[in-house]
């Protein structure tokens, strides 16, 4: 991005198709189309970047997102709703819905050549992986289709596991046009994009999330990577999927601490720069802790179409990307300190959030009355608002020492700051501040 330069963006406006007469054909209930650069986006939002204080603030919209509207019943055909993420000729839709691994032709279309790699691990292998490869060949008999099971962590998450991955995939033989597909949650979905991007210096690769952690988040963007021993995410690249299809299906299966661990990355989008869905959520969390599926397609829809607003416009996180690690940097010392997989992803950003919201507070750059309500409705979805007590201080700044947000020696955060709904990604700040918080939640 170029240094002390302004810009517009437009909130996301989803259009609305009836859906009255459905049929088994895919069809979209709504579409968003997200512009491939800043020159034509309204001023609903405002961004602005210093390049001398390393800031990069994100203003409020005022603009109110849809209500969710009633979803078909069970017995209905999938529908699917459809978000693209614009990046020109390296656009790619996400699809959601009930039930669209039932639509063969929705998986098939992004397929490249006759070959297909499904990584998945041994707890979604037995769930979903013989329903994907019967999607991926239904009325498609030419093309045949391998998998590799990895164990299921994110301990597992490393470069030995990763080969495993390139193990298959050279004796197979697959070749530069096969396509690699991520069966799994966040961890399966970095890893497989990873090796997707290594693998002959680049194939194809779609995602299928099955958590709501990487059905909202992970999986959309183009992030892939594994982790290192001395920080989380370390390794890695920026690599575009075909396409994300998100079957909210296979929620049906997901543990209640899972389930719960994605909610900290639906809450983190109404705090950094959705207030209306932010309050959507607090009216609403209890039917997402339920399950409720018109509740979940909704959340599902509406993160998505913020993660893909952010991408279009940012896509290798010079600056707007960054706002989307809210709590990310406390969270992330707190999974490499207390060790990977003792904590879920999502209860350590949750705890993160926390931080970085009491630190917005001794900055005095948000009201107390926010601070209480992050509190609420993390405390809602049952997620932890403090980190492990065995965190010190010594081990946060440790880790935060080589988190990929440093930049000349500086961290930068990503902090709130005004309004609920506004953030800033900066490293103009008190170091005292972060020091108080640092000592409030750790020991010494």
């Not at 530069?176 to 090796?195: H, K, Q, S, W």
């Not at 075909?242 to 989008?269: F, H």
């Not at 960054?322 to 707190?334: E, R």
């Not at 207390?338 to 005095?364: K, N």
Request: proline content about 4%; aromatic content about 6%.
């Amino acid at each position: 991005m170029a240094a002390s330069s302004s810009s517009s963006l437009c909130p996301n406006r989803a259009l609305s198709v009836s859906s009255s007469s459905r049929s088994r054909h895919p069809q979209l209930t709504s579409l968003l189309r997200l512009p491939a650069s800043t020159s034509s986006i309204s001023s609903a939002s405002r961004i602005s970047f210093d390049s001398r204080k390393r800031n990069f603030a994100v203003r409020a919209s005022a603009a109110p997102v849809m209500d969710h509207s009633t979803s078909a019943s069970s017995s209905s055909p999938a529908v699917p709703t459809l978000v693209e993420v614009d990046l020109g000729n390296r656009s790619y839709p996400i699809y959601i819905g009930s039930g669209l691994l039932n639509q063969p032709d929705l998986l098939q279309r992004h397929v490249h050549g006759k070959q297909v790699l499904v990584v998945t691990n041994t707890t979604i292998a037995p769930l979903y992986l013989d329903k994907t490869i019967w999607a991926l060949t239904e009325g498609n008999p030419n093309v045949k289709v391998e998998s590799v099971i990895l164990p299921d962590g994110e301990k597992f998450k490393n470069m030995e596991t990763l080969m495993k991955v390139f193990d298959k995939a050279i004796e197979t033989r697959m070749d530069r046009r096969c396509t690699f597909v991520a069966l799994g949650g966040g961890v399966i979905g970095d890893m497989c994009g990873y090796a997707a991007a290594s693998y002959l210096r680049g194939v194809n690769f779609i995602q299928i999330p099955t958590t709501v952690m990487a059905q909202v988040d992970s999986s959309v963007g183009g992030k892939t990577g594994i982790n290192h021993p001395l920080g989380k995410n370390l390794i890695g690249a920026f690599y575009q999927p075909q396409c994300v299809l998100v079957d909210t299906d296979t929620l049906n299966t997901l543990p209640d601490r899972e389930l719960a661990s994605g909610l900290a990355e639906v809450i983190k989008y109404g705090l950094i720069r959705d207030a209306s869905f932010f309050e959507w959520q607090e009216k609403n969390m209890a039917a997402l802790m339920a399950r409720d599926q018109d509740a979940f397609a909704y959340a599902i829809k509406r993160s998505c179409e913020n993660k893909a607003e952010v991408v279009s416009l940012d896509e290798k996180e010079s600056g707007l990307r960054a706002t989307l690690n809210l709590g990310h940097t406390f969270g992330h010392a707190i999974e490499t300190g207390f060790g990977y997989g003792q904590w879920l992803h999502g209860e350590a950003v949750a705890a993160g959030t926390v931080m970085a919201v009491d630190m917005s507070y001794r900055l005095g750059w948000i009201e107390d009355s926010l601070v209480k309500r992050v509190h609420k409705i993390l405390q809602q979805a049952k997620l932890p608002t403090s980190p492990p007590e065995t965190m010190t201080v010594d081990m946060f700044k440790s880790v935060m020492a080589v988190d990929k947000k440093v930049a000349d020696g500086l961290l930068r955060l990503i902090l709130l700051k005004g309004p609920l709904g506004s953030c800033v990604f900066t490293g103009d700040y008190d170091r005292q501040a972060l020091e108080d918080t640092l000592r409030a939640f750790s020991k010494l």
